[in-house]
């Protein structure tokens, strides 16, 4: 059987815990994440296909096979849209058959092969007319960027569909990189990272060492001297990364970049490469990070800012930063099998990522902003710069499709192929990173097989429920993580009619019982969700006086269309003793939201002016008012609306 | 005798207060000002002339008039910095004559004539093999902004120094302008606004009415349908003048664009353009200006940003921006006599815009963040965008010039004309805008003068002798502005003997007394200066919690090498009752720094992360440590420091 896997670590000599494949999970029907799967496959995908469709994106690969005259259309990075899309729906084939979007992929799929090569180049800009310009600009033209989608669709659908039809044109462009680039050919990396991860994913599924050693020369590229791109930040070509200690510049480039070194590392146990990738973890979520897991915290650039300079309603927080995020945390617990990286992988999964999608599956943010105001100022309708971001600025309304439109098919191959960053295997081990209802096996290297089934109402309940359905007869450990939000979190284990007693659990940690599990025993995690208020760093000058709201792992917010004549910048938040959870108002699937009473500021101001005398007295209410709070990743479903994550807050 | 003056009123129909012109003012020498504008024209106008050399800026003019070989050297914009400079030093030779100054502006003029082409245009960049291309793109090529500077370098070398060799230049250039564009012509606007200004001016000093019509008919094209610009607010090109009303887009292009509007409505009546620059000017300084008067949120488009959005360390407020905020200052001023344009203005001048060039008048800021750390992120270091703007960023040291160095000649400029924006008249009154201890003579329309002394130590103190010289026999209205900040001021007037009546004076307006003034009169302003905290509109995120210390017109800062050992972000405010102005350390020129003691904040957070559950108790005193704040304008003159404007505060 296919493993559907986006990261296959089988084999792979230096990893921790090896993910178990999306092919070995399944959702229970309704759960959750399954609501938030269907959509994307339901009316995402068809979607993105007809705006692939109608924006020119097959045409220019049917363009680029000679079947059709004309000129290239749109951008010359749209390629990688139609990859990622591939790579997306593969993974949604494996998890629920469809005979019409299997025939959708296999027309893609053969656009794609009529478009390459003989020498197996691939890039429908670059083609007919600029064939003769190829390669001249690798900083800023993203052809490797996009074979690195490529790649990785490729082995999307192979280990999805069981097909090479994909695959063999993926090897056949791996294989032109391998000829052209490397120590006796040209020195460039790609401006953009991303073939970096797809060259080691390929040696993973081949099992041919070069692509490895291919992606490790482009990861070693960066930061020479002299520079191969330029030697700017935003590339993170400023000094050799195994050197960076600080997330700099793109943040989706910095991401992908650091997710593509500790792959490396994983395969050759290149301890120095692994602490690079980790000292800039710690940059880019100790110092640098939203509260929601996005990453990126400048306009300008699309990139991360200083320490602690993290503005909500100007916060970028890229949809792709956070899909980045993901594949970087990911890899990270993989190599390490540290509690810290899953935790920063649900934040930004339930949250950062998340809200990157509609309910409905089809309509996107490219920034996700911490704050935004139904009117924009004249000035944000219409930028200059940053011709994708531009259009998710303005009133934060959902868009369908963006002419730079890397993020909708980014989040569909996240989500579609996220089951595979839930459970994982050492030797002897069974991790459970993430709670989704359904059933897991998980094989272990040995060849033996642990079944769980896994019942809880997750993320809006913290009861989890696992129930041992098949496991050897050795010894095994079971990995539980205990998230960092958790304070007050046990287990207990039932088994043979004795219910057991509960065992205090440290939160950010894994707990890791050890017995022979024998089939019908239930380990019982209790994760206690009250309602609780996050502060910041002192630095964090934006959210000075502020506090987020959050339950479990969701990040919660106002909109302003809940809280009708009442000025959304005067409520506070209170003590969250009398917060309640209650279905949240028109949306749909079942979510929860906090209602309750929030203080409303005194007004004290006579003036409206910029700049007065200071009144230093602190906050204080004048009244109260009802408070509505919802999750983070469903704003903006509701049309337009206030939002905010970080409130005052009175103590009471 | 030429009046040197920026802006010339003195035939304007619908102007209520017309300038005094700079040649009627002389400040006391070694006072304020004086040291300041002295430090520019001894180290300051030597130094960018150096550049301008250095850099090719002056050999551009001599290829484009074939006395040399070879390619343009810089960016296609650069002929403004020389232009810019002329205009200062002509200013400066009106001050203070120096041989060598009058030579070397002599030979640039030269070189400038030299490379007019017959029909009038010039711009150094579209010469020789670029010929063929001018006016191609108006948006982005800056060629009419450059002839804008040209003009008003041409009228300021006129009005300085009696010499038409420049302005014969600048009338051919705009002559040239004015055959090309307009409603039988071209219809584009510059994307850079500036020549509106020019061009109004120019009308001003030759009487021809057809260069105020252009400058109308550039005005008026922005926001047409369909677009000349493409419509974008970062040109100000998202809808017609009239109908905007919120500061939108690059800041300096708005400030220039409105301070044209205002021109251009003072010499037509034009209520609705007046009303649209007000509408504008709302908008920027009641909503969207930094308290030192810095204008541009944004580094992103070097734009403003949306209302309230108002980062410290982000904070990009262009050096340019804040001189082109006392230009839309001034012209507002004198067409409404409103005081609160003169608050700004002075507020500007002091802080937004001086801080902008170091206390030895040769090294420059191009942003002016309010706060700053020595080691910038490296990221910061060397970003792609804004390649002007880059590189002002980092570590924040003054830079001696730019590549692209608009700013260094602008404040230039504007500080050697600074006291054309003093003092003004009107039918029967004399204005008295700012505070300059020196001697002014203000002729009145009907062809008498009013001569005043004017004795102060402003803005160290707030004690003015205005000592009457020479007076009209008939009665006179005296406007003295009582500025917004001077809670408790007020004013007697000694004649004969009679020490007079204190009157009290309402802050942020003008008190107008009005008799006939007899030589020897005294009038005595009193504008009690203590340190007080100044507090931001609460929707000011970046603020929240937060004081800026400010006496007199000045706003304060810290700079950590005043505080060594001690960590800058732990200071608060405590009530300014005991602050005491003392000379500032270590800086020249008889600064007045304020020392006292601030409160250490209780360090409480045992780990570093940068999210944690809230603590909800208000700050509170670990301890006490020496407070020592100097002047903004003067910061980053001793070297690395951390900066900062607005601390914590505590009640006390």
Partial sequence: MPSAAALDLTNTPHAAVRPVPPAHVRLAPGSFWDQRLRAVQVNGLPSQLRHCQTTGRIRNF????????????????????????????????????????????????????AAQDADGYVNTYFSGPRADQRYRNLR?????????????????????????????????????????????????????????????????????????????FFVDQRGADPPRLGGLGYHQDHRPVRQQTEATGHAVRQAYLAAGMTDAAMETGDAELLAASQSLWDSAYRRRAYVTGGLGSRYEGESFGADYELPNRRAYAETCAAVAGVLWNARLLAA?????????????????????????????????PLAADPRPAPGDQ????????????????????????????????????????AYGTSSGGVWVHQFLPGEVEACLPDGQAL????????????????????????????????????????????????????????????????????????VHVTLPMPARLIGSHPRVQANTGRAALARGPLIYCLESLDHPGVDVDRLALLPTERLRPVPAPDLPGGLTALTGTAAVLEQRRASNDLYAPLDARPPRAAGDAPLTAIPYFAWANRGASAMRVWLPYLAG
């Fill in 62 to 113: 049917e363009r680029a096979a000679g079947q059709l005259q004309g000129e290239f259309e749109g951008y010359y990075f749209n390629d990688s849209d139609v990859y990622k899309w591939l790579e997306a729906a593969s993974y949604a084939l494996a998890r629920a058959p469809s005979a019409e979007l299997r025939q959708a992929v296999e027309r893609v799929v053969q656009a794609v092969r």
């Fill in 140 to 216: 800023d033209e993203h052809e490797l960027y996009c074979m690195g989608h490529l790649v990785q669709a490729g082995i999307a659908h192979r280990r999805s569909l069981g097909s090479d039809e994909l695959f063999d044109v993926a090897v056949r462009a791996a294989d032109h990189v391998c000829a052209v680039f490397g120590p006796q050919g040209r020195p460039e990396p790609d401006g953009h990272p991303e073939i970096e991860m797809a060259l080691v994913e390929l040696a993973r599924e081949t099992g041919q060492r070069r692509y490895l050693d291919m992606a490790l």
């Fill in 336 to 368: 390490t099998g540290h509690a810290r990286y899953a935790d920063w992988l649900e934040t930004t999964l339930y949250n950062g990522a998340l809200a990157g999608v509609s309910l409905d599956g089809a309509a996107y943010f490219y920034a996700n």
């Fill in 382 to 421: 219409r930028g200059l710069h940053s011709s994708g971001a531009q259009q998710a600025v303005g009133a934060h309304a959902r868009q369908p499709w963006y002419a730079c439109a890397c993020c909708p098919p980014n989040i569909a191959r996240l989500l579609l192929s996220m089951t595979g960053y």
């Fill in 451 to 522: 079944r769980l089934q896994v019942e809880t109402d997750y993320p809006w309940d913290g009861t989890v429920r696992l129930t041992i359905q098949d496991a050897p007869a050795q010894p095994l450990t079971l990995h539980l993580r205990v998230p960092a939000w958790a304070a007050g979190a046990s287990y207990r284990i039932e088994r043979e009619g004795n219910a057991g007693r509960p065992v205090a659990a440290a939160a950010g940690a894994y707990v890791r019982p050890r017995r022979v599990w024998r089939p019908g025993t239930v």
